[in-house]
């Protein structure tokens, strides 16, 4: 497999950069940093250097027109994603950015709940409730009596299924962004709109939107890269996009060099969407920090009509992106409730906890050292690697599983195998070490990231006092960073747990033996048509996203810069 | 204390990987609540602890393979035979299932020495008998679904479901490849929709008269029927009637859960016990009543059920060796894919 000489190569290349820079000294800090690095990079550079190795001919003429049919549906659902998230996103944010009406303060918090809904947990509720016999025709049935509903219920499933089950599940990201873009706007701004005889529309349209536009990118950048990424509600409306299409010919054909190159594709397109996001957060940032002249705007009050449109506009994207869910897999707990008593909660809950705890301890513990090391050295080579190491977080759950799993054994069968040592391959592959090893590559840009901004708040001149005091760098850390940097850490706790408690295609390829979470759980029954099943360990899973989403709110909305 | 919540943790994440004890591991893609309960009836006979993993057929199967000879699976468990056939074909599985037990409980077309059927289950024709007379259903076969006079009257499920894939792997078996490639083709042409959803929602689509006919397996009808699925599903599994294509030649396509054997089973004597104990009557009733499937071996009858509204006395195809269905699952696949089978 060339791809791992490759990295082989990259690591020498690495190693001479280094030695070449003399002013470094070799310390734990470089060490961490390039280990982190090389961690997260063996993924990306095992599908990278599959590109160019032969796939099996067999399938070639199939192939060929499988591509152009990965390509086109993952283009469209793409496309009317980032439409519809859009409008959900910026509508809801405008209304309760530069309004007061009836439960304006109420839907601020409340829409962002609709994170606690992963898409696949909202492709069975559009399932359950839209299919034959489903629970709309229930309903219609006790409200109107016998008839056959069945043709008058529309069908969201195929394409159409997905499309929504991704919109209500991520139009979070955007209105969170465009909320917090809109807040920072100067009154100026609004009344340089007045000035001109500017309508209401015409102000949004001229003003108000192209000012938030870096984080109205930075979200639908976002949106993008998950919803390319998606794996479970696709996978569920069998839609064979970019990502699935790698899954399936890696399962089904055999061809892991095809899956590959699939991959490769599919990185371009997350590669580009990652660059964006980047320098669109850094212009938003920009935008953030123009203090001059900020004034604080008064909400307008609505009312009438149109505080009645904007209210039911929220209730409305509310409504159904997490209402809807939630009471249909209620609903479904109470109809068949053995399927409650069936399922060891507590297990779940203890194992949840668990892979949380630990993911998260590791995931801290390196974001630290790797923060720590780049401030007290502020080398380039170092923040380099940091730089390339958060990639992890573009990349689908479902590609770093299966590029694990090839590493893990080509590295055991070529390498460990020839020094005549034991496999390693059970540490790896189906144990928990495997699985937090690969969350931690997933999910380290959330941990560095947020660490890191944290860390920004703090001024450098407050380290050179504590040395000053006769503080070493370690006391230094523990007694004057880490209290600095606790609500950051508690923030990035949450952000890690929610993402482990929602994490599907990783976990399902990677878990040890009898080993389940509320996501597996769900998925695995409904998976074989026992979508009753699944409503329970999905309904705790949106009732435990939703607690850790109610604590995060308060650092999500705030509304004044600290 | 910090260094010892460190070094607990590490301990912790090591000890989950190197356990031993008396147990089988179990690769499993059939996630029935009567399986598990079959598999602590088993723990509490032999003391044999069954470890599990479930998942979709082929991510467990992707896993066997990566852990190569050090995979710590023993049996693989999922309910097609087309996939312990592929997993055959990849020289994934070792024989050692040919116990006297085994061989006098399973007919020798529903095994070979590397894997058996533990339940089988028909994949049939369903149809409105509003809608659909008995001339037209006279003799039906699996060949005549291609018939014209079925145009936008067919549901099915998708070409990538296992099922399917291993009955157009029998049909390639008994017709070949060509004729096949051209049924598959007349298949489309019929059907009433794009395929989507699973097998219920194809008997669904019957009842609510999307459709005329559909295919799928004999579990989902009897499961509308138990009440397990609602009252609303009970009604409108009233609604359908099943037919047993092919009586007149070779009989109803048959398919099974099957055990494999996974070549480098660290528990392989245990293994060959736990399949063994699959095949006792009182498993195979088990099954039967739960999962609403046939049973593997003689003297067990199905679920009343399934007795009552689908009939017993249907002629299954003994003849189609169940290892075909493997080795042709390519083919399969491709017939479909060309013939523009979503």
């Known amino acids: 497999m060339p791809g791992i000489y490759t990295n082989v190569k990259l690591g020498t290349l690495l190693f001479h950069v280094y030695k070449a820079d003399y002013n470094m000294k070799l310390n734990s800090w470089y060490l961490s940093s390039f280990l982190i690095s090389f961690v997260v990079l063996i993924p990306i550079i095992t599908v990278f250097t599959s590109f160019f190795e032969n796939t099996s001919n067999y399938y070639e003429i199939l192939k060929n027109t499988f591509l152009i049919e990965y390509i086109l549906n993952s283009i469209t659902l793409l496309v009317s994603v980032l439409i519809l998230t859009f409008i959900f996103g910026i509508g809801t944010a405008y209304l309760v950015s530069f309004y007061k009406f009836p439960g304006s303060n109420f839907f601020k918090w409340a829409l962002i709940l609709s994170f606690a809904v992963p898409p696949y947990i909202y492709a069975y509720s559009l399932t359950a409730f839209f299919e034959n016999y489903g629970t709309a025709f229930t309903i219609l049935k006790n409200l109107f009596g016998d008839a056959n509903y069945n043709k008058d219920i529309p069908k969201f499933d195929g394409m159409l299924g997905a499309i929504l089950s991704i919109s209500f599940s991520l139009f979070a990201y955007v209105y969170i962004l465009a909320r917090a873009s809109f807040l920072y706007q100067s009154q100026n701004l609004i009344d340089l709109g007045k000035n001109l005889g500017f309508s209401k529309i015409k102000s949004f349209y001229k003003i108000i ?109 509310f409504f159904i992106s997490f209402l809807f869910p939630l009471s249909q897999m209620l609903y479904w707990t109470i109809k068949f409730p053995e399927n409650l008593l069936d399922l060891d909660i507590v297990n779940l809950l203890l194992n949840t906890v668990y892979l949380v705890t630990i993911s998260s301890f590791v995931l801290l513990l390196f974001s630290l050292i790797s923060n720590y090391g780049n401030r007290v050295s502020k080398n380039k080579i170092l923040n380099f690697l940091s730089t390339l190491s958060i990639s992890g977080y573009a990349i689908p759950g479902v590609i770093l599983a299966i590029a694990f799993i090839t590493f893990i054994a080509w590295f055991d069968n070529s390498i460990i195998k020839a020094l005549g040592l034991t496999s390693i391959k059970k540490i790896f592959i189906g144990s928990i070490f495997g699985l937090v090893l690969v969350y931690f590559i997933r999910f380290y840009s959330l941990a560095f990231n947020g660490i890191k901004s944290g860390y920004e708040k703090i001024n450098i001149s407050v380290d050179e006092s504590a040395y000053l005091l006769g503080y070493s760098k370690r006391k230094t850390f523990t007694n004057i960073h880490i209290p600095f940097l606790r609500n950051s850490l508690i923030f990035i706790i949450i952000l890690i747990s929610l993402e482990i408690i929602r994490e599907l295609p990783i976990t399902l390829i990677l878990r040890p033996f009898n080993f389940e979470t509320f996501a597996t759980t769900a998925y695995i029954s409904a998976s074989e048509d026992l979508l009753e099943a699944a409503a329970v360990p999905s309904l705790f899973l949106i009732l435990i996203a939703s607690i850790f989403i109610i604590m995060t709110s308060k650092y999500i909305l705030r509304e004044k810069n600290e | 204390m910090k260094k010892i919540t460190i070094s607990a943790l590490i301990a912790l994440l090591f000890a989950s990987t190197f356990a031993i004890a008396n147990e089988v591991n179990v690769f499993n893609a059939r996630h029935y609540k009567a399986d598990a309960e079959l598999y602590s009836k088993f723990t509490n006979k032999t003391g044999i602890k069954v470890n599990l993993i479930n998942g979709k057929s082929g991510a467990l199967e992707k896993r066997i393979i990566s852990e190569g000879v050090d995979s710590s699976a023993d049996l693989y468990i999922t309910a ?216 593997m071996i003689d003297g067990v009858s199905p679920s009343p059920l399934v007795v009552n509204n689908l009939g017993l006395d249907f002629k299954q195809d003994m003849k189609t060796k169940l290892a075909s269905y493997g080795k042709n699952q390519a083919a399969a696949v491709e017939v479909m894919t060309a013939a523009g089978w979503k």
């Open chain 1, 209 to 317: 939107l192209p000012a938030a536009r870096p984080a109205i990118v930075a979200g639908l950048s976002l949106v993008a890269m998950e919803t390319l990424a998606e794996f479970g509600a696709v996978d569920f409306f069998s839609i064979n996009t970019l990502t699935t299409g790698i899954y399936n010919s890696w399962i089904y054909f055999d061809d892991l060099a095809f899956a590959n190159r699939i991959s490769f594709l599919l990185l371009l397109f997350i590669f580009s969407l990652f660059i964006l996001e980047n320098l669109s957060r850094r212009k938003a940032k920009y935008h953030l920090n123009s203090k001059g002249g900020f004034k604080q705007k008064e909400k307008i009050k609505l009312f009438g009509v149109q505080a009645f449109l904007a209210f039911m506009f929220c209730f409305i994207i």
């Open chain 2, 80 to 295: 097609d035979a087309g996939r312990c056939g592929a997993m055959d074909a990849k020289g994934t599985l070792q024989g050692g299932l040919t116990s006297a037990a085994i061989k006098a409980a399973v007919p020798a077309s529903f095994r070979t020495s590397k894997w058996v059927g533990i339940a089988k289950r028909a994949r049939i024709i369903y149809y409105s008998p509003e809608r659909v007379t008995g001339a037209e259903l006279s003799g039906m076969t699996y060949e005549g679904l291609a018939d014209p006079k079925w145009k936008g009257r067919l549901v099915i499920r998708k070409s990538s479901n296992i099922y399917n894939k291993s009955l157009v792997a029998s049909l390639i078996k008994n017709n070949g490849k060509k004729a096949t490639a051209t049924w598959a083709e007349g298949v489309v042409a019929n059907m009433a929709r794009t395929p989507t959803g699973n097998d219920r929602a194809q008997i669904m689509a019957v009842a609510a008269g999307e459709a005329d006919i559909a295919v799928a397996n004999t579990y989902y009808l009897a499961l509308m029927l138990s009440g397990k699925k609602g009252a609303e599903q009970q009604e409108a599994a009233k609604k359908v009637k099943a037919f047993f294509p092919n009586q007149n030649d070779r009989g109803t396509h048959m398919n099974v859960s099957c055990a494999a054997l996974v070549k480098g089973a660290p528990n392989k004597a245990n293994a060959v016990k736990l399949v063994e104990f699959l095949l006792t009557p009182s498993s195979q009733e088990h099954f039967t009543n739960n999962t609403f499937e046939f049973p």
